[in-house]
């Protein structure tokens, strides 16, 4: 028996579960911090321009990057089936087949990237002040494409094997490698945007280098082996995973139409504060995500092993702590609400004074996000990537536009920082209801599943 098996095959207690989940939700956040890190070092050495370039780049980063999480997350599900099945085998084969789509898509994709280049940047509306600082990070970027893809996998196909606690150490390294190639770069070797781009590059480097040997050695709970191309693994990969591209892809176009909505109702301190709610509210987030990312490899391997009651309970337990977390996220988001905003503007500002005014109702949404994400979750494990996407695109973008449009109309300014509790709220209603119907479908109620999906 491998590792994997014998750690997913594990009875899960709560706090055996919260074990397992701890480390990658920590991950979650130390990936979160060095995002941030990275603009803050990017404005203190290149200025507030090359910040506002890198922003404007940010959706075609959320476009590429999508494939590739979509390939990571479902073919994650994918793999933790197969083991649960015991098919250690037809897990190397579908894990291998991964790693060449990825590699094949990142070259494809970033050589055209390149190319095309200059009427991308004219199309994101990329200025001339902005053009160069962003040309040049995204060239690099796109130039070492494959890596980034490869990381995204590693990073979750450590949690998959069993060890999210080696993904969290590898986490870690990649980004203070990040940190301190940035202040190395910029600073005194003074390379601009290129040396922030070549840091980010070296931190995936990092981070695949560390893949590679884990999932290289032959003691490895998932290995990659040289085989043909495992076509079931990778339709069943962008089956299930279509959801975490779809929610990707959403988030770009809401994120826009946020902005707009802000600042026709506020003007730019507005803009400004829905930036600092966000941002106030984005450590919890990553808390949820890191819990829902490490939760499904589980769920996705009693389904393969065909275990009905281990799934059920795996599946209570998840709504326990997912309640304790939500409750615990907004009522310390509420407490804290005033050190944490003045973090980012001063007390005595308009917009400071504004968005405190209204945080504990763009809070709200706090107590319903983790298990919104998890429904999705919940059904990528499980191979039904129809129902994950239905979930994701409600959540992502159909209920959070309609609730953007029109609760500003009829009830006004507030019902702008109520947009998202109220889109929260109406896909729980829909995560909660398919989650019911599906019970008997996919046999987390404890008893023999009517549908079992291999890949």
């Known amino acids: 028996m491998r590792a994997s098996q014998s750690i997913l095959g594990q009875h899960f207690s709560i706090a055996g579960q919260l074990r397992f989940s701890f480390p990658r939700m920590l991950m979650s956040l130390f990936i979160m911090s060095y995002m941030v890190a990275d603009g803050v070092l990017i404005s203190r050495y290149m200025g507030t321009v090359a910040l506002a370039s890198l922003n404007m780049i940010f959706p075609l980063a959320i476009l590429l990057g999508a494939v590739g999480i979509m390939l990571s997350a479902g073919g994650g599900s994918v793999v933790s089936r197969r083991l649960g099945a015991g098919d250690a085998a037809g897990a190397d084969r579908a894990f291998s087949t991964l790693i060449y789509a990825e590699c094949v898509f990142g070259t494809v994709v970033g050589a055209a990237g390149i190319l095309l280049l200059t009427p991308i940047l004219g199309l994101l509306n990329v200025n001339a002040e902005q053009y160069a600082f962003a040309y040049d990070y995204q060239a690099v970027w796109l130039a070492f494409m494959p890596f980034f893809l490869l990381s995204v996998l590693a990073q979750t196909f450590f949690t998959v094997a069993g060890f999210p606690k080696l993904g969290l150490a590898v986490s870690i390294a990649s980004g203070l490698t990040n940190v301190a190639l940035d202040i190395l770069f910029m600073g005194p070797l003074?390379?601009?945007?290129?040396?922030?781009?070549?840091?980010?590059?070296?931190?995936?480097?990092?981070?695949?280098?560390?893949?590679?040997?884990?999932?290289?050695?032959?003691?490895?709970?998932?290995?990659?082996?040289?085989?043909?191309?495992?076509?079931?693994?990778?339709?069943?990969?962008?089956?299930?995973?279509?959801?975490?591209?779809?929610?990707?892809?959403?988030?770009?176009?809401?994120?826009?139409?946020?902005?707009?909505?802000?600042?026709?109702?506020?003007?730019?301190?507005?803009?400004?504060a829905l930036t600092i709610a966000s941002y106030s509210t984005y450590v919890f987030n990553s808390i949820f995500y890191g819990f829902c990312e490490a939760t499904g490899p589980i769920l996705g391997y009693k389904y393969g092993e065909q275990n009905w009651p281990e799934l059920a309970r795996v599946l209570k337990n998840s709504f326990i702590i997912m309640a304790v977390l939500s409750l615990?996220?907004?009522?310390?988001?509420?407490?804290?609400?005033?050190?944490?905003?003045?973090?980012?503007?001063?007390?005595?500002?308009?917009?400071?004074?504004?968005?405190?005014?209204?945080?504990?109702?763009f809070a709200l949404s706090l107590l319903l996000l983790c298990p919104n994400m998890f429904a999705a979750y919940l059904f990528t494990a499980l191979g039904d990537g129809k129902r994950a996407a239905v979930v994701s695109f409600c959540r992502t973008f159909l209920?959070?536009?309609?609730?953007?449009?029109?609760?500003?109309?009829?009830?006004?300014?507030?019902?702008?920082?109520?947009?998202?509790?109220?889109?929260?709220?109406?896909t729980l209603i829909l995560s909660l209801t398919l989650i019911v119907r599906s019970r008997r479908r996919y046999g987390y109620d404890g008893r023999p599943a009517e549908v079992i999906n291999r890949d």
């Not at 209920?399 to 109520?418: D, H, K, N, R």
């Open 328 to 361: 615990a996220a907004y009522g310390l988001s509420v407490l804290f609400a005033r050190p944490v905003l003045a973090f980012f503007t001063p007390e005595d500002s308009p917009v400071f004074s504004l968005v405190l005014e209204n945080f504990d109702y």
């Open 190 to 272: 003074g390379w601009g945007m290129k040396g922030a781009a070549l840091a980010t590059v070296l931190s995936w480097i990092v981070a695949v280098i560390a893949g590679g040997i884990f999932f290289g050695r032959r003691t490895s709970p998932i290995r990659f082996v040289l085989t043909r191309p495992d076509w079931a693994a990778l339709k069943g990969a962008c089956r299930s995973g279509f959801s975490e591209m779809v929610g990707s892809l959403s988030s770009a176009v809401t994120l826009f139409l946020f902005n707009a909505a802000f600042l026709k109702w506020l003007g730019v301190d507005g803009v400004a």
């Open 399 to 426: 209920f959070t536009v309609l609730a953007i449009e029109c609760l500003p109309q009829v009830i006004g300014e507030i019902g702008l920082w109520l947009s998202v509790p109220v889109a929260e709220t109406l």
